[in-house]
């Protein structure tokens, strides 16, 4: 068991030592894993299996590119960074206008 001082006050709390030592240590995974749990983007009912993994792979992406950008000198936050990349892929997306304009084509009778 080892002492520690906690967060909140002067008090000492007693932990054992395997616990000291992952909270001193935890690495990006961890903190990778917590961030992500709050905007899930994985559907309870989705049975195809590869859509999962495809979600958690585009969500696992904007993770590390706003771990990138904060790196780089960013200023917004988690929320803030995942709004404005929308906003700008819509903005990309939304400039061809051939894509929006697309029209089924008629099926001839026999």
Not at 24 to 36: A, E, K, P
Not at 40 to 50: E, L, T
Not at 64 to 89: A, D, P, Q, T, Y
Not at 95 to 109: L, M, Q, T
Request: hydrophobic fraction near 35%; include cysteine.
């Amino acid at each position: 068991m080892m002492e520690v001082k906690a967060m909140k006050g002067d008090s000492v709390k007693l932990k054992p030592k395997a616990v000291v030592f992952y909270n001193n240590t935890m690495g990006g995974v961890d903190r990778s894993d917590q961030c992500l749990s709050y905007y899930p983007v994985a559907r309870n009912q989705q049975r195809k299996y590869y859509k999962k993994i495809f979600r958690h792979l585009v969500n696992q992406i904007v993770w590390n590119s706003f771990v990138i950008f904060k790196k780089n000198g960013g200023i917004l936050n988690h929320i803030g960074f995942r709004m404005k990349l929308i906003e700008r892929l819509i903005e990309e997306g939304g400039s061809d206008s051939g894509s929006r304009n697309f029209v089924a084509p008629k099926i001839s009778e026999m």
